[in-house]
């Protein structure tokens, strides 16, 4: 079973920077793609940055040039570092893939269990 743990998130004030970390394991065939999305408190969950298998990188338009997304492939693990953030960062941030399991002909979705970042001071 492939189970995504996410770690890193806490409060910090504005300006400052947190390093958001996923890990994924279990039996894994492959790895499309993996990212990170948010959600605050009566708003959609939203894409944040997603890193695919041959290492393409997207961003949401608000969090370009602040954030960093990154990835340590024999781990199977990703980074989210987080710069100059703002009170509008305050959200719970999922880990997310695009991963075909060692079980299934084909890939699924997986989420972590989230993790709250607070920019506040």
């Known amino acids: 079973q492939v189970q995504l743990v996410e770690s890193g998130g806490g409060l910090v004030q504005p300006g400052g920077s947190l390093r958001l970390s996923c890990a994924a394991s279990?039996?894994?065939?492959?790895?499309?793609?993996m990212g990170w999305y948010r959600q605050a408190p009566g708003k959609q969950r939203e894409l944040v940055a997603r890193?695919?298998?041959?290492?393409?990188?997207n961003y949401a338009d608000s969090v370009k040039g602040r954030f960093t997304i990154s990835r340590e492939n024999f781990k199977n693990t990703i980074h989210l570092q987080m710069n100059s953030l703002k009170r509008e960062d305050t959200a719970v941030y999922y880990c997310?893939?695009?991963?075909?399991?060692?079980?299934?002909?084909?890939?699924?979705?997986?989420w972590g269990q989230g993790t709250q970042v607070t920019v506040s001071s």
């Open positions: 890193i695919t298998r041959g290492g393409s990188t």
């Open positions: 997310n893939a695009l991963i075909q399991s060692g079980s299934s002909r084909v890939p699924s979705d997986y």
């Open positions: 279990g039996s894994m065939f492959s790895i499309n793609y």
